[in-house]
């Protein structure tokens, strides 16, 4: 096998310039794919839900769409880019709810210097679980399931297990839900922004290209001596930065913040969104701006879901076989390797 | 062992004198990592909650224990034979949910004039069976992670409880003699543990006589040369699977009893006590270690701690908390001697 198929086609792209090669390279690279199923899936199932009710593509289908769409954004972002060195941060979503319900608590009373400094703490949160995770070698999964654990308790305790109303300042936080730009919502651009940003990271710095190189092969990495306790702790850092943003979507879309309220069932939709986003669950490959329409997908399933005649209670059986079916065209194979 | 056994073939008397005692040495350190840690803490929690409250010592208690035991126990066994393999179950809630639902839709209930009798075990544990299947024959035949795949099925599963539940009102059992099933007592015991003992008992017989529980062990320890040895690894994956869905069918009928109503959310938590409790069992969550009764002692471990706090008066809003520190403790542990710098941790 090799041998046939390898040896005349090697020859002759050796032969060619190199340049021609390098744009045949790029070019498949631009049709792979990863690349182009992302926006496909979303065109498709925005075909469907168009031509089954026309009104969800007026203004006001697109803010509710992208209102919704918000928080499962921001949370896969962080995600993609903790899979993109490989592992899995099951704690994102909790740390959201957790980072909302703090919000909620401190916004009253120092309104921006609050938000900033939540924001911090959050992000502090996600670097504690990389570098736990870079200097005791246990399984991401396991890893961030105790932690999730762990944040679920701190949010029930934080806020008595009680709605927690922003008085004070509300006009602060909900500003980013009522302020729309093109009927789109100020907590969704945070989102495109925030992707823009993670993309720029990963394709033109050190740390970005140094992240992926730990997901592609991480022993390789190591023997490169590339820094890979620095890039997870970044990477699970960057979780938490995100999350902390979709905990702030959650605050300026409900007004409010509970432990079991709006955004509590964020874990799933984000890893499903990362992944409709064409991001490889065994690490190497993300593209944070097809995360963007990897999570428009994610808010429209359960709105095709019911324009198809499914009935809300439908969702989860939907969500769960869409998972399976996006994840299983979408999954790279190689021959031999080992898939646990 | 049988390593050990090649060593003291070729040696004389003296020899095997000598190497006997540092066999015996290897086994007891063997011993020690796994049920023997696993017991001084169960004697330590048992002692000190003993202390703060005299009720957890009292005959009643340890019937409530063993009965809480049971559907956690019944997950474990499978559970413990998909993370041999190194895989991972996520499904379990979402099978419950589905299995415990069917049955109680088709056994005497307040909703549905059926009853299908036997019929509904069959039928509810042939679906939670299906639906282990159906990840493993996923996860095996198109290579996609189980742990995406179990997640998928987790929601599957889910879906049709709660389609299966749909807009009506609550299904509770009417017949008394099931609802009280798991709380009767014989030789002391309630009924519920008996069956989960008979679900430990069968693991115990599949991990440690047959080819499927060997296999699986050699595939966590290391697929490619068990593939490579001719080992059905395909057959033996889809098979850990389906027995994961069969008993998560059958922990899902259990709760539904021990509640004596339908509910989707039936399995709520039992991801977090199953997962956990195999991990501090020493059952190492890359494959190829550990086992049914060390898996069954994290069980009782977690439930005793959950008991135990409860009796204690701590908060029930801190147990997810205690439990994820407990799991962040007991992965450490296992992870901490085996750090390198060359080690990938995904």
């Known amino acids: 096998m090799t041998y046939r198929s390898g040896t005349p086609a090697n020859v002759e792209a050796l032969d060619r310039p190199d340049k021609v090669a390098a744009t045949l390279v790029r070019l498949r690279r631009m049709v792979s794919w990863h690349v182009i199923a992302p926006p496909l899936v979303f065109f498709a199932i925005l075909l469907v839900v168009g031509i089954a009710n026309p009104a969800y593509l007026g203004p006001f289908g697109i803010s509710i769409a992208t209102t919704s769409a918000a928080p499962i954004l921001l949370v896969a972002l962080g995600q993609a880019m903790v899979l993109n060195t490989g592992s899995i941060d099951l704690s994102n979503a909790a740390i959201a709810l957790f980072g909302a319900i703090i919000f909620a608590l401190t916004i009253p009373d120092a309104g921006i210097v609050a938000m900033i400094a939540v924001l911090i703490v959050l992000t502090l949160i996600g670097a504690v679980n990389g570098a736990i995770l870079a200097y005791t070698q246990v399984p991401s999964f396991a890893l961030t399931l105790g932690t999730l654990g762990i944040l679920q308790t701190a949010a029930l305790v934080t806020s008595g297990s009680e709605t927690i109303y922003v008085s004070e300042n509300r006009d602060?936080?909900?500003?980013l839900h009522t302020i729309k730009v093109l009927s789109v919502p100020l907590t969704f651009w945070i989102g495109v922004f925030a992707a823009i940003f993670f993309w720029a990271l990963l394709r033109f710095t050190i740390i970005g290209q140094n992240m992926t190189a730990v997901g592609k092969n991480e022993s390789g990495a190591i023997l490169s001596a590339v820094p890979n306790k620095?890039?997870?702790?970044?990477?699970?850092?960057?979780?938490?930065?995100?999350?902390?943003l979709a905990g702030l979507?959650?605050?300026a879309q409900a007004g409010s913040a509970s432990a079991s309220g709006l955004g509590s069932n964020l874990l799933l939709p984000g890893i499903a969104a990362a992944l409709v986003g064409g991001t490889s669950i065994s690490g190497g490959q993300a593209n944070p701006i097809n995360v963007v329409f990897g999570a428009l997908t994610v808010a429209f399933v359960p709105i095709a879901a019911q324009a198809l005649g499914f009935g809300a209670q439908a969702q989860s059986l939907v969500y769960g076989i869409f998972i399976i079916v996006i994840v299983a065209l979408t999954t790279s194979r190689t021959r031999g390797a080992v898939i646990k | 062992m049988t390593s050990v056994m090649h060593e003291d073939g070729p040696?004389?008397?003296?020899?095997?004198?000598?190497?006997?005692?540092?066999?015996?040495?290897?086994?007891?350190?063997?011993?020690?990592?796994?049920?023997?840690?696993?017991?001084?803490?169960?004697?330590?929690?048992?002692?000190?909650?003993?202390?703060?409250?005299?009720?957890?010592?009292?005959?009643?208690?340890?019937?409530?224990?063993?009965?809480?035991?049971?559907?956690?126990?019944?997950?474990?066994?499978g559970a413990t034979l998909v993370i041999q393999m190194g895989s991972i179950d996520l499904s379990i809630?979402?099978?419950?949910?589905?299995?415990?639902?069917?049955?109680?839709?088709l056994s005497p209930n307040t909703r549905t004039m059926i009853d299908l009798g036997l019929w509904a075990w069959l039928i509810a544990l042939v679906l939670g069976m299906s639906l282990g299947l159906m990840t493993g024959v996923i996860y095996a035949k198109l290579k996609v992670p189980s742990f995406v795949v179990s997640l998928g099925t987790w929601y599957v599963g889910l879906g049709i409880a709660i389609l299966?539940?749909?807009?009506?009102?609550?299904?509770?059992?009417?017949?008394?003699?099931?609802?009280?099933?798991?709380?009767?007592?014989?030789?002391?015991?309630?009924?519920?543990?008996?069956?989960?003992?008979?679900?430990?008992?069968f693991g115990l017989l599949i991990s440690n006589y047959t080819n499927l529980g060997r296999g699986l062990m050699a595939i966590g320890n290391n697929e490619p040369i068990a593939?490579?040895?001719?080992?059905?690894?395909?057959?033996?994956?889809?098979?850990?699977?389906?027995?994961?869905?069969?008993?998560?069918?059958?922990?899902?009928?259990?709760?539904?009893?021990?509640?004596g109503s339908g509910s989707t959310d039936i399995g709520f938590g039992q991801l977090f006590v199953v997962i956990p409790a195999a991990v501090i069992g020493g059952t190492a969550l890359g494959g190829g270690e550990g086992g049914m009764i060390r898996s069954a002692l994290g069980v009782v471990l977690l439930i005793i701690l959950n008991n135990g706090l409860v009796l204690a008066g701590v908060d029930p809003d801190y147990q997810s908390g205690v439990f994820g520190l407990i799991l962040l403790f007991a992965i450490i542990a296992v992870a901490w001697p085996e750090r390198g710098r060359l080690k990938v941790a995904k």
């Open chain 1, 172 to 175: 602060l936080v909900t500003a």
């Open chain 2, 164 to 201: 299966l539940y749909g807009n009506n009102s609550l299904p509770s059992l009417t017949s008394e003699a099931l609802a009280r099933w798991p709380t009767g007592l014989t030789l002391g015991l309630p009924h519920a543990f008996w069956l989960a003992a008979l679900v430990l008992l």
């Open chain 2, 93 to 105: 809630e979402g099978i419950m949910g589905a299995a415990g639902m069917t049955w109680i839709l």
């Open chain 2, 227 to 259: 593939r490579m040895s001719g080992m059905p690894v395909n057959v033996y994956k889809i098979g850990a699977f389906a027995i994961a869905g069969l008993l998560g069918g059958l922990a899902g009928i259990l709760a539904t009893m021990q509640l």
């Open chain 2, 11 to 77: 040696r004389g008397a003296a020899g095997m004198k000598r190497n006997g005692s540092a066999s015996m040495r290897r086994l007891f350190a063997e011993g020690a990592k796994g049920p023997i840690g696993l017991l001084a803490a169960l004697v330590v929690l048992i002692v000190v909650f003993s202390f703060l409250n005299p009720r957890f010592a009292s005959i009643e208690n340890l019937q409530n224990v063993l009965f809480q035991v049971s559907v956690p126990l019944i997950l474990v066994v």
């Open chain 1, 230 to 244: 620095q890039a997870k702790i970044i990477a699970f850092a960057i979780s938490g930065f995100a999350s902390g």
């Open chain 1, 249 to 251: 979507a959650i605050v």
